[in-house]
């Protein structure tokens, strides 16, 4: 399970909600490392489709969010991102811990995220290497990339139009 502090939590369920606002409403979400963002979305209303790439922790983040099974479902991945279908969604959320994988490595999940809705949310977008990822996605996309500069800083990546697959 990865973990995001109380403030994300709540931050992640509003930008949810106040998208309902607005002309590209969030109701399905595909997210790269079930955990407390996976609540935050059920509890802000959407279904989440969530992928683990470590075949170890799938059955604990099962169990973690075993009440909210009805509006998300956790899969194991065997093989990269490309094994994975493209799905209809509205957005991507790419959260993974630290270290024990090569570098760049969330950057075909982002990539594949951008490519399946052009809507994507990085975690942990203070880290060096995640600027790197939003910085050469910026320059293979037309979009717009925000910084929101709270907790551990997450990255808002939306394409300017729709992305050709």
Not at 29 to 37: A, L, N, Q, T, Y
Not at 42 to 70: P, W
Not at 73 to 78: A, E, K
Not at 132 to 160: H, N, Q
């Amino acid at each position: 399970m990865y973990e995001i502090d109380r403030n994300e939590y709540y931050w992640l369920m509003g930008y949810v909600l106040a998208s309902r606002r607005v002309d590209r409403q969030i109701k399905k979400i595909v997210e790269f490392g079930p955990g407390e963002s996976t609540k935050a979305f059920t509890d802000a209303g959407a279904s989440v489709t969530s992928y683990e790439f470590d075949l170890s922790r799938v059955e604990k983040a099962r169990e973690a969010i075993r009440r909210y099974t009805a509006f998300a479902l956790v899969y194991g991945v065997v093989g990269g991102v490309e094994s994975i279908p493209m799905p209809s969604c509205d957005m991507v959320f790419v959260d993974a811990p630290f270290g024990g994988s090569e570098p760049l490595a969330r950057l075909k999940t982002c990539e594949w995220g951008i490519l399946a809705c052009g809507h994507v949310l990085l975690h942990d977008a203070g880290r060096e290497d995640e600027r790197k990822i939003i910085d050469i996605l910026a320059s293979r996309y037309p979009m717009d990339v925000e910084i929101f500069e709270y907790g551990r800083k997450t990255a808002i990546m939306k394409t300017k139009k729709v992305v050709i697959r």
